[in-house]
């Protein structure tokens, strides 16, 4: 019924088995697909109930997923999972995703509510992004941004209803088959961090894409471009793409999104 994939680069056996084990455990997963874009293959990758896929090459995140989404189209399952190996979940959740999603068809991407290991909440349902908001927010003093990043992350809402969001994190993507099929699948000219978004607003232009706090997650996050140069250099990058497909300050599509979603958003 559903396929899952997880990109790794210089990962662990012993820091994905478990991943795996939930996945395997959920009672509703067919394939788990293991995309390594190390320098050399994973050691131990045998002992994983997965089909171990080494890449021979770091192929960025979108391009690697998109090898396991392939197979999930050509065997026409309905859905597919893209999971980061940093997630720890009750694999009872997949179960109750899967008849949410039966029960609402118009529904292309969902992701569940993301929490820290210390219980404290992602802010990951957000708006389409500015380049302020991806790229120069991140230079400025938190104090000069708080009121734009919370209202960037939807914190009014809450986070405790069911909600359709324009822009749902990429570490936990539930994807309707029949969405990508549509709107297409990972766009392999990013690297690297903008796909999730690029994705998500595809979709979002023909089904909903929905924020399900029904069920919860934990993402053992690290924020690897905030600290690593060479990381950063690559965000930067990818942004730039990102911004050269959808438009910098004329993006008129962004604009009436985001004002939907929060209608006292400035012109």
């Given at each position: 019924m559903v396929n899952a994939s997880i990109v790794l680069f210089k990962h662990t056996v012993t820091g994905i088995a478990p991943l795996v084990a939930a996945l395997r455990q959920s009672g509703v997963v067919s394939d788990v697909f293991i995309l390594d874009n190390s320098p050399t293959p994973l050691?131990?990758?045998?002992?994983?109930?997965?089909?171990?896929?080494?890449?021979?090459?770091?192929?960025?995140?979108?391009?690697?997923?998109?090898?396991?989404?392939?197979?999930?189209?050509?065997?026409?399952?309905?859905?597919?999972?893209?999971?980061?190996p940093d997630i720890s979940f009750d694999p009872e959740i997949l179960k109750k995703i899967v008849g949410y999603m039966d029960k609402n068809t118009n529904i292309g991407h969902l992701m569940p509510k993301v929490f820290y290991p210390n219980g404290e909440i992602q802010y990951l349902c957000k708006l389409i992004p500015t380049p302020f908001d991806l790229i120069f927010r991140r230079f400025l003093p938190q104090q000069c941004t708080r009121k734009r990043t919370e209202r960037f992350e939807m914190r009014?809402?809450?986070?405790?209803?069911?909600?359709?969001?324009?822009?749902?994190?990429?570490?936990?993507?539930?994807l309707r088959t029949e969405a990508l099929k549509d709107v297409g699948i990972f766009d392999e000219r990013f690297f690297m961090y903008p796909e999730d978004i690029d994705l998500t607003r595809r979709i979002h232009r023909k089904y909903r894409t929905v924020f399900y706090p029904e069920v919860s997650i934990v993402h053992h996050h690290a924020q690897s471009s905030y600290v690593n140069f060479k990381m950063l250099m690559i965000h930067t990058v990818s942004m730039i793409k990102y911004f050269n497909k959808w438009g910098w300050i004329f993006d008129s599509e962004r604009r009436d999104i985001n004002r939907k979603f929060t209608p006292k958003l400035p012109t």
């Open positions: 050691a131990g990758c045998e002992l994983l109930d997965a089909k171990y896929i080494f890449t021979g090459n770091n192929l960025g995140y979108g391009k690697a997923h998109n090898i396991a989404i392939r197979k999930t189209i050509e065997k026409n399952l309905p859905y597919h999972l893209v999971v980061n009014a809402s809450g986070y405790d209803k069911i909600m359709d969001v324009p822009y749902l994190s990429g570490c936990f993507m539930f």
